[in-house]
């Protein structure tokens, strides 16, 4: 976890805006949830593996008893209440069921808060990051995918993510990994092992998912191979198989995918990535990553997941969304020019009295102009170059007789 | 701990604008630092009574000697390696002593951020809520304070606070308090004791105040009355003391009071309050506490903290703070006219294509116009007003014949 000293808060706040602004402006609106959830709801098997790395939170009336209780049975969880939220779709989920009737039919929410994982520290993975999520909230069509990319999209692109520099999306549905599946004769039970498996395709090619697949008993190579490859052929321009779908492939899905492709505007970059799986087990049907050149992991991604909002309302409600992930997207941005040119800096000596530094400050700010103090230092150059790294580019000096803010005369700091 | 819909949301969001955005112009940067803390760092005897409200983050690697060992010795913190922040000011210490070489000579910090107290449920009073402190590192002298004030009542006045819905901000030093404590003879070791009771001289009155420190021995009487009797009369008009300051009077605190009132606005509402005593046992100059005529308990607080930074950093720093708080805050303040002004809400049946809806969306938000979608209801009234509380004053009927966002009719909702 991380200190953020003012210049990186700064960028931080402003990326945030941009991306805060680009959801409204596409109709969604934005909520907040507290940041921890009840433990029972964090380890009720929507949060896969992420569910083993929440931090939970002791209740705050143990008595011996339970400790000595939790300690002949191992169940530490007990001893905790509440947890730290792991992800934003479980508090959206117990959210949308707490608060359906205040809400509008298509619910279309912002969450931009951070999530925490006690994950081993590694460069780049933080144990508290902030997320950036949009879901719909029972929309059932693909009309919901493609809001979704859209704002995603228009969001990357106002963050400054164009031409070369511009991060694709790619999709596919949980429906066409399932029909493989079947059509590979792999039974239920063994279908996300074997979709891990087939995730892998980008790294070891077909042959490595083929043998991965016979050593696990899941069935043979002469079967798997020729529809793996149809499958791996599909990554490149898979979006041209209408006329002559092969076999496996879920026709349905791919007609959706095909009307999203179809809406979503060119700015998204949207392919269809037919081995993309995602890890959580609770999508149902499309599913997004969403991929940048210069990063060998993704900037963010989602799906859609009918079924979660039933765990908590006990009526199934059709959701999705997309998640990207703050803190790879921040350090990818590349800041427009300084927006501090109307800051200013007042250097003034020990003899100034506090009152007149206080006048002079006003009156600055009451003209517009942020306006920081600073008591002047032996080394005054190095002083005003850190001011001006602070974000204060002007400077004037004030002296004992200085009365008046037009006194002041204002220079750039480098050029004195 | 509370959720927060769209409409609360937004409204909370604005109020935080106001108040980042006047902390700023007036010379302060937000930093921002990790939800938990260090367990140890969190029961160093900082934060009085709220070390007793934190919550306790379960250590991830607990074995089972470790839950026998804490039931034996009751030692139930011993299992919490890390813990919610029940403040922003031990953070912000740990902070400064971290980075003070990468931070300037004198520090303004803005932090904005929630904290966790496990306080029983009542009303008004959450167990998440937010603080918006600024404080000051490296300035001893009062320039500091008037900072502070200059700034809390500039956001205060942004916020509407105005006129006869104007907070004032009560003013002490605890200097002022240590040396009358000195005066009635009352031991050191009792000195945060006799303050707690001197605090209730406004319900209990002087009568009252002097009963209860004779009942706990720390003083006849006869010697108490006056020199209570003296400090109470100071509370309404006791600027104009120089003159002929009563013995008990600390004159040095005193003139700095006074040298603060003359340098700060007339806006901050400036008030003497030489029985005000705050909570904390940090403070060691100036307290502060920010009152407001509709409410029967403070809005913000803080004071002058100089021996804190030196617990984490081992020199002495001077720092002194103000801290709002935002949940009482913002339930006063009155939200200007909506801005939701350049919001539409396209109403389509269920025959119009995705793709024409979202390219209608497309359209309208690259004119600058916020844009939902809402498929029509049975209830269309209903639905109107519903899209209008939330944000979206005016709609346009799209039909499948609809290509173009110029074909679209506006109506103002309310006005069909």
């Known amino acids: 976890?991380?200190?953020?000293?003012?210049?990186?808060?700064?960028?931080?706040?402003?990326?945030?805006?941009?991306?805060?602004?680009?959801?409204?402006?596409?109709?969604?609106?934005?909520?907040?949830?507290?940041?921890?959830?009840?433990?029972?709801r964090l380890h009720a098997g929507l949060g896969g593996d992420n569910e083993k790395l929440s931090y939970a939170v002791m209740k705050r009336d143990l008595k011996q008893d339970d400790l000595?209780?939790?300690?002949?049975?191992?169940?530490?969880?007990?001893?905790?209440?509440?947890?730290?939220?792991?992800?934003?779709?479980?508090?959206?989920?117990?959210?949308?069921?707490?608060?359906?009737?205040?809400l509008p039919g298509v619910f279309r929410s912002i969450q931009i808060a951070p999530v925490w994982r006690a994950e081993r520290p590694q460069k780049g993975r933080y144990r508290q990051f902030v997320q950036c999520d949009i879901d719909i909230i029972g929309e059932a069509?693909?009309?919901?995918?493609?809001?979704?990319?859209?704002?995603?999209?228009?969001?990357?692109?106002a963050l400054g993510?164009?031409?070369?520099?511009?991060?694709?999306?790619?999709?596919?549905?949980?429906?066409?990994?399932?029909?493989?599946?079947?059509?590979?004769?792999?039974?239920?039970?063994?279908?996300?092992?074997?979709?891990?498996?087939?995730?892998?395709e980008d790294k070891i090619g077909v042959p490595g998912v083929v043998k991965e697949l016979v050593e696990q008993?899941?069935?043979?190579?002469?079967?798997?191979?020729?529809?793996?490859d149809g499958l791996s052929q599909l990554a490149g321009d898979g979006w041209e198989l209408l006329d002559a779908p092969p076999a496996w492939l879920d026709v349905d899905a791919y007609r959706d995918l095909l009307a999203i492709r179809d809406a979503v505007d060119d700015s998204a970059r949207l392919v269809f990535s037919p081995n993309?799986?995602?890890?959580?087990?609770?999508?149902?049907?499309?599913?997004?990553?969403?991929?940048?050149?210069?990063?060998?992991?993704?900037?963010?991604?989602?799906?859609?997941?009918?079924g979660m909002i039933g765990r908590f309302l006990g009526t199934d409600v059709p959701a999705a969304g997309l998640s990207l992930g703050f803190e790879r997207l921040v350090e990818l941005v590349e800041l427009p020019e300084d927006?501090?040119?109307?800051?200013?800096?007042?250097?003034?000596?020990?003899?100034?009295?506090?009152?007149?530094?206080?006048?002079?400050?006003?009156?600055?700010?009451?003209?517009?102009?942020?306006?920081t103090l600073a008591r002047r230092t032996k080394n005054t150059t190095a002083q005003l170059e850190q001011l001006a790294a602070a974000g204060y580019p002007r400077f004037a000096f004030v002296a004992a007789t200085t009365v008046s803010a037009r006194e002041l005369e204002m220079r750039n700091i480098g050029a004195q």
Chains 1, 2 share one sequence.
């Open 1 to 40: 976890m991380r200190d953020f000293l003012p210049a990186e808060k700064a960028r931080r706040e402003h990326v945030l805006s941009i991306i805060r602004r680009t959801f409204r402006e596409h109709g969604f609106d934005e909520i907040e949830t507290p940041v921890v959830e009840d433990s029972d």
């Open 339 to 371: 927006e501090a040119a109307n800051a200013v800096a007042l250097v003034y000596d020990a003899d100034v009295a506090p009152p007149q530094l206080a006048a002079l400050k006003s009156e600055l700010i009451a003209s517009g102009v942020r306006t």
């Open 68 to 102: 000595q209780e939790a300690a002949t049975s191992g169940d530490y969880l007990d001893l905790a209440d509440l947890g730290l939220r792991f992800d934003l779709t479980v508090p959206l989920a117990r959210f949308y069921a707490s608060h359906r009737a205040e």
């Open 141 to 157: 069509g693909p009309l919901a995918e493609i809001e979704l990319i859209t704002a995603t999209a228009a969001s990357l692109e």
């Open 217 to 228: 008993g899941l069935g043979e190579a002469a079967t798997l191979a020729p529809i793996l």
């Open 161 to 200: 993510f164009r031409g070369t520099n511009a991060s694709t999306i790619r999709i596919n549905d949980r429906r066409i990994l399932r029909r493989i599946v079947e059509t590979l004769g792999i039974p239920d039970a063994s279908y996300e092992r074997a979709l891990i498996t087939i995730d892998k």
């Open 276 to 306: 993309l799986v995602r890890g959580m087990g609770y999508y149902t049907g499309t599913i997004f990553e969403v991929a940048h050149p210069s990063l060998p992991y993704s900037l963010g991604g989602g799906g859609r997941y009918d």
